[in-house]
């Protein structure tokens, strides 16, 4: 269903002007505590207080800027992961006029039955179990009203949060961060992209019989409203105490999963939140789940993942130097070549080792990451504010929460080896090359 003149619940002005008013009644707490003086670990408490209130595209959105490293102030961070997903799912009456609106009057006879009671709510929409009249077990996936002007609303609302952010701490310059993350939520409402999404994974997997996606009903499918088939399966957190080779089996499909697509077509599932994969019997077949936020990135930009590995691998900073210029990094100098790698060192250490280790390899997983992002927040300081460019957003953001279940599951796996075997041969224009035409097959 396309925004035309007649789509009720298009970008509308006066649901905007409703969602800024409620987010700045929730947020007027926050406002408050700034004015009086009140410290960061105080006002970091009083937002987070006021964004689980608030709920919808503005937590989402919270939740997703504290998984990328050093973007917001650490009080900030440590609060906001703090957000849960989980969201009171909308009445039967809602769901009968999102289905009619989808699907027309008698929406219910394209099912053999539908359940009434949602099987999951988050910040966007919720799903509901169904099925399909030939058998199939299926997942409805329902957006919540208003969505689009909520989102610009709060995209809004996020640029003046970020405004105090930089008053605070000038270190990180979020200008394109959050062009980027603005971009990836008007995505995320497009179910009809997200289909498509779904088919490009399909086809990017298809020689991975153990990794599996849903497959999607374009007729019982719109732009508000996506089915697919339900995939069965226990998620992650399920899998902490298995034996070790059940663990390493998981990691080692996640792996395939994320940087297969990655180094092969330039695309990622930027969405590394542990709920969006889960497992069956024996953890012998992952599913992947949800397809909301996955980035397409142009060829160089791989030039230059695989171009800094190989110049961290080799010690030559020349190379290192031309990948930040690909990524498009401004600016460079001595100093800040020197800040950008020691966080590279710490994102790519477990690919740039050649044996069999986790991949905080022994230190303990609330220590991971700490004091390397200390040290490259301090020295930022001297040299800032630092422009983060867009495409580095969601690549960091996905190799981070790529890394937090590999620190769950405890990993014991040889993972320079295995990024080694996924970029041999590497060349952009090939990658460029299968990257067309897989997006021109499934119609991006």
């Known amino acids: 269903m396309s925004d035309s003149p007649k789509d009720p619940e298009r970008n509308r002005i006066t649901a905007r002007i409703g969602r800024v008013a409620k987010v700045g009644a929730n947020m007027s707490g926050a406002v408050a505590a700034r004015v009086s003086g009140a410290d960061q670990a105080t006002l970091a408490r009083t937002l987070r207080k006021a964004l689980g209130q608030s709920k919808g595209p503005l937590m989402k959105v919270a939740q997703l800027l504290a998984t990328i490293p050093d973007l917001l102030p650490e009080a900030y961070a440590e609060e906001f992961r703090k957000l849960q997903a989980q969201a009171p799912p909308m009445g039967w009456p809602f769901v009968q006029r999102r289905m009619r609106a989808e699907l027309g009057e008698n929406w219910e006879t394209r099912f053999a039955s539908f359940e009434r009671e949602a099987?999951?709510?988050?910040?966007?929409?919720?799903?509901?179990?169904?099925?399909?009249?030939?058998?199939r077990a299926l997942a409805c996936k329902l957006q919540y009203p208003d969505m689009a002007s909520a989102v610009?609303?709060?995209l809004g609302q996020l640029k003046t949060l970020l405004n105090l952010f930089k008053s605070m701490d000038r270190t990180i310059?979020?200008?394109e961060a959050i062009e980027e993350v603005g971009e990836r939520l008007r995505e995320e409402l497009d179910y009809a992209r997200e289909l498509k999404h779904m088919r490009l994974f399909a086809l990017m997997l298809a020689d991975e019989p153990r990794i599996r996606t849903p497959e999607p009903l374009e007729e019982l499918s719109s732009k508000r409203l996506l089915t697919m088939t339900w995939l069965e399966g226990r998620g992650l957190m399920h899998w902490l105490d298995a034996p070790q080779d059940t663990r390493n089996r998981i990691a080692e499909l996640l792996f395939k999963a994320w940087w297969g697509p990655m180094t092969h077509y330039g695309v990622i599932h930027g969405d590394p939140h542990l709920g969006n994969y889960a497992l069956t019997e024996n953890a012998e077949r992952l599913h992947l789940i949800d397809f909301g936020c996955v980035r397409v990135f142009p060829a160089r930009f791989l030039e230059g993942v695989v171009g800094l590995w190989r110049g961290l691998k080799a010690e030559d900073m020349d190379q290192v130097a031309h990948s930040?210029?690909?990524?498009?990094?401004?600016?460079?100098?001595a100093e800040l070549i020197d800040a950008l790698t020691m966080w590279a060192r710490f994102i790519y250490g477990p690919l740039l080792d050649d044996r069999v280790r986790t991949i905080a390899d022994d230190v303990p997983p609330a220590q991971y990451g700490r004091r390397e992002a200390f040290e490259v927040r301090k020295r930022l300081k001297t040299l800032g504010p630092v422009l983060i460019p867009r495409e580095f957003?969601?690549?960091?953001?996905?190799?981070?929460?790529?890394?937090a279940a590999f620190l769950h599951l405890r990993a014991e796996l040889n993972l320079g080896a295995m990024f080694a075997d996924s970029v041999e041969g590497f060349s952009a224009e090939a990658l460029a090359a299968r990257q067309s035409e897989a997006l021109a097959r499934v119609g991006l």
């Open 393 to 403: 957003v969601f690549m960091d953001r996905a190799a981070i929460g790529l890394g």
């Open 173 to 175: 310059d979020s200008t």
């Open 324 to 333: 930040y210029e690909i990524w498009g990094f401004k600016n460079l100098n």
């Open 152 to 154: 610009e609303a709060d």
């Open 119 to 135: 099987a999951a709510a988050a910040s966007l929409g919720q799903v509901h179990r169904a099925v399909a009249h030939d058998g």
